[in-house]
């Protein structure tokens, strides 16, 4: 199994332009989740989703959208990228939402915005 | 979610054990105490978690004080592939979210 996958690995933006991140994973999990990490902190949540066609808003929504039209692929996109959403992006996974609910994590996504 | 506070940064020997402790004095009866980690370049890695009863895997084990208030995550003999951001993170059972604080720099010297 490959897990949590992530593409692209890297990626420059100049501001105002658009991108998407695809985020896969194998396991079958129900719960997909989204967060980025700024240098020298901890990762916080975007945006998650609880099943295929369902998406909802975490702590840092603002600037992003997600899609997540088949169960094992979760979109993030940047409609008009700005230099605040220069960060590492990381997709998530669980089978549940409670506990024991172990999130698998992604290699990640490092994006640059100029 | 409660708050968590670990110290920045702990050195350890390699094959030696290293605590790493955990304060969450506003800790709620349904929270749950999980650790992760992330090693460097990678995403974060689920580690153990405990209610109130100590718990031990095979990578680590977790003390949880009696008042629930502290704990302490055990790696008993630390390698080099153990370096990396320890995170002590509260979650209520209710849902899911993972609040990711600073966690605790680990490192570890041959």
């Known amino acids: 199994n490959a897990g949590v996958t992530q593409t692209p690995k890297f990626r420059v933006l100049k501001t105002g332009q658009s991108m998407t991140l695809l985020c896969a994973q194998d396991m079958n999990h129900e719960y997909m989740y989204w967060y980025r990490q700024d240098p020298g902190m901890g990762l916080r949540l975007i945006h998650y989703?609880?099943?295929?066609?369902?998406?909802a808003k975490g702590e840092v929504p603002d600037g992003y959208n997600v899609s997540r039209l088949k169960k094992q692929n979760f979109l993030l996109g940047l409609e008009s990228a700005a230099p605040s959403q220069t960060s590492v992006y990381f997709c998530?996974?669980?089978?549940?939402?409670?506990?024991?609910?172990?999130?698998?994590f992604g290699p990640g996504t490092r994006l640059t915005v100029l | 979610d409660a708050k968590t506070t670990q110290p920045n940064s702990m050195e350890s020997n390699e094959e030696e054990p290293v605590h790493l402790p955990c304060n969450h004095s506003t800790i709620s009866g349904t929270d749950y105490i999980h650790w992760y980690r992330q090693l460097p370049s990678q995403g974060p890695e689920y580690v153990i978690h405990g209610l109130t009863s100590n718990v031990n895997n095979r990578m680590a084990s977790l003390a949880i004080a009696e008042d629930r208030k502290s704990s302490t995550l055990i790696l008993h003999r630390a390698t080099l592939r153990d370096a990396a951001v320890y995170y002590c993170i509260l979650r209520c059972d209710s849902w899911g979210k993972l609040q990711f604080g600073a966690g605790t720099q680990v490192v570890v010297t041959p």
């Open positions: 998530a996974s669980s089978y549940a939402l409670t506990t024991p609910n172990e999130q698998f």
């Open positions: 989703s609880v099943g295929e066609g369902t998406t």
